[in-house]
């Protein structure tokens, strides 16, 4: 066999690739079709409610991605990830709200809310943002950046646990709140919305949305497959090592803060990545991506899905994203109890998640 | 990569670079084993809250010896293995590995660089990995990052690996998880695991613990047909174990070294007889 059919065998088995294909072919090629091919009106027409639904839910799932493979694997639990989210979310909001351009409410060529606060110009943050390539950048570095640093100094420190846990927790607050202050140069608590363009072209036309779509499909497998290649290396192994003996990795003369710190790093820039593809999806990115609970629910995600699985992740995100945009609509004050009911049925009573519950169930019967 | 800045907590060392201590390790040169000594403990004291573990220890220990040192519980001997390997800072003292290399001033992955390989009390090794998987990642290798992204295991590290497993009578278990392993068995893995790092010094804390006579046995002939190639310090309790591989043997008792000689004449040193038996 060559390098690459090895590669392909490593990643996953036939069965694998094959319900792998069955949703690339789902996402690239039904839903553009009944989105835009087929009428409104035909029972087969797929409405732009749904392509931004499932649009969102798989940025969620990217997010989900990366939470596993820093908890799942590495056995960092964080509970601050919505903030590098949000932090990419906010570097292409940056953009977006650039593209405006005079379209505004006051017709002036800056955002609204600044001519509201009286700016006369940028604040330095948006240097060059009209660029899209810089943004693009700074969608990748900022969330890196950050997570790079604190990471360093905590890793190097051995906080672990829940005490890191609980800094993750404090981190995303209080960006949260450096983010509602109007002064911070982010439009405070409305945050960036109104958007109108991506690259010149109008953002809400159906062939953006499906192309935002597309590009967000075509992320998620990539991150689903580069995330099986690092667990499935040498390095992804001395990850799981290192959350079930990190003494022993040390004496086997590993250095598990450059370990913790790779993939947190890597974790936090795809969070970033996924902020970004969301914001012009779904039309606002505020502060409140950032609080506190956001980043428990998407612990929560994994722990449904089964954790240390990477697809596990995905189908976590997908079942309890559907089942909010399903509650939020029906019984919208039930949400956060069902949420916690969810989540502790499974740590009950699911302790490996849904994908657990199905290799449970197939031991059973074989 | 920048040096880091500031934040130092009570157990961190002067400086880690994140890059790479694999560099660093070869930058601490090799060891120099010229005077025969591949061990070199002076002085060493370390108390927690006002306990004293270890109390002025000194002990040096010869390239290929194979030292066992016994003592009852509580006499400092795994606190005396967590100062070498770097786990513990003790109070006052020196450890050198050779003639110039100072342990004190290494983390824990660059004293397992140097040369140094341990094996836990408590038997530690990946639960979750298979038994193969074990010896994968604690063979001697590149053990930085960027390299461990691409790494393929060749054909003589394949060799090597089964070559532990042979030796380590695993061969039948090689995919098995871990964690399924009988106690005795996870102690051998161990005991592979640092046989795959290739060491200049063991250090083996309590080794048959749990062990079946028979499977102690075979500890012993492992640890013998070793011991010349490579230095053992080994810790235990087991005294007809000691007796079977020990040509010098220390006795530790509260935190220092209470008699040191042949195994017949430790044993019947009047203060050994008083610690062991006159409680
Ligand atoms: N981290 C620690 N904190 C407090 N006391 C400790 C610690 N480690 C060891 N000790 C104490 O130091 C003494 C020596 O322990 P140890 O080296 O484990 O003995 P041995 O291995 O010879 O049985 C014991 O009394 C133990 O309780
Ligand atoms: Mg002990």
Sequence with gaps: ?????????????????????????????????????????????????????????MCYAIVALAMDLA???????????????????????????????????????????????????????????????????LVVLVPGLLAFVFGFFAFRSRIKGVYFSIITQALTYAAMLLFFRNATGFGGNNGFTDFKRILDIPVAIPSTRMALFAITAATLIGSLLLGRYIVTSKFGRILAAIRDAES?????????????????????????????????????????????????????????????????????????????????????EYWLYVLGL????????????????????????? | MEKPLGVETASERPSIDPAVDFARAIEHGKPDFAHGVILYLDDI??????????????????????RCIIGPNGAGKTTMMDVITGKTRPDSGTVFFG???????????????????????????????????????SMKADKRVRNTLFAKLNSEQRDRIAETLRQIRLEDAASRIAGLLSHGQKQWLEIGMLLMQEPKLLLLDEPVAGMSDD?????????????????????????????????????????????????????????????????
């Design chain 1, 1 to 57: 066999m060559g390098p690459v059919s090895l590669l392909i065998a490593r990643l996953y088995g036939p069965r694998g690739w094959m319900t792998l294909a069955a949703f690339a072919l789902a996402l690239f090629v039904v839903f553009p079709l009944c989105n835009l091919a087929i009428p409104e009106g035909n029972p087969l027409h797929l409405s732009a409610y749904w392509v931004s639904l499932v649009g969102k839910i």
């Design chain 2, 99 to 137: 003639q110039n290399i100072d342990l004190l001033k290494m983390t824990e992955p660059e004293v397992a660089h140097a040369g140094v390989g341990r094996k836990f009390q408590k038997p530690t090794i990946f639960e979750q990995h298979t038994v193969f998987e074990n010896l994968e990642l």
């Design chain 2, 215 to 279: 499977e102690t046995e075979r500890t012993a002939e492992l640890f013998l047909a070793l011991a010349g190639k490579r230095s053992l310090v080994v810790v235990e309790h087991d005294m007809a174990f000691v007796a079977k591989i020990a040509r010098t043997v220390t006795v530790l008792h509260e935190g220092s070294v209470l008699a040191e000689g042949p195994m017949e004449r430790v044993q019947n040193d009047p203060r050994v007889i008083e610690v062991y038996l006159g409680r």
């Design chain 2, 45 to 66: 004291s370390v108390s927690f809250d006002g306990f004293q573990a270890l109390n002025k220890l000194s002990l040096a220990i010869d390239v290929g010896e194979l």
């Design chain 1, 342 to 366: 969810i989540f502790i049925l499974v740590t009950l009573f699911m302790p490996k998640g849904v994908v657990g519950l199905w290799s449970q169930w197939k031991n059973r019967s074989a």
């Design chain 1, 71 to 137: 908890w799942g694997y590495a056995g960092i639990l964080s509970l601050g990830h919505g903030l590098f989210f949000a932090l990419g979310g906010y570097a292409f909001g940056m953009y977006l709200m650039r593209q405006i351009g005079s379209d505004g409410q006051y017709k002036a060529n800056m955002p609204d809310f600044m001519v509201f606060l009286d700016w006369k110009e940028f604040p330095w943050a948006w240097w060059n943002s009209d660029q899209f390539w810089w943004c693009a950048l």
């Design chain 1, 248 to 332: 022993r990795v040390m004496f086997c003369g590993y250095n598990p803060v450059h370990y913790k710190l790779a993939i947190w790093t890597f974790s936090a820039v795809l969070c970033g990545i996924a902020g970004a593809l969301y914001v012009p999806q779904v039309g606002i990115i505020n502060p409140s991506e950032m609080s506190p609970a956001n980043s428990i629910e998407i612990a929560i995600w994994v722990a449904v899905g089964g954790r240390g699985t990477l697809v596990g992740a995905i189908v976590g995100a997908g079942l309890v994203n559907g089942a909010k945009s399903y509650f939020t609509q029906a019984f919208p």
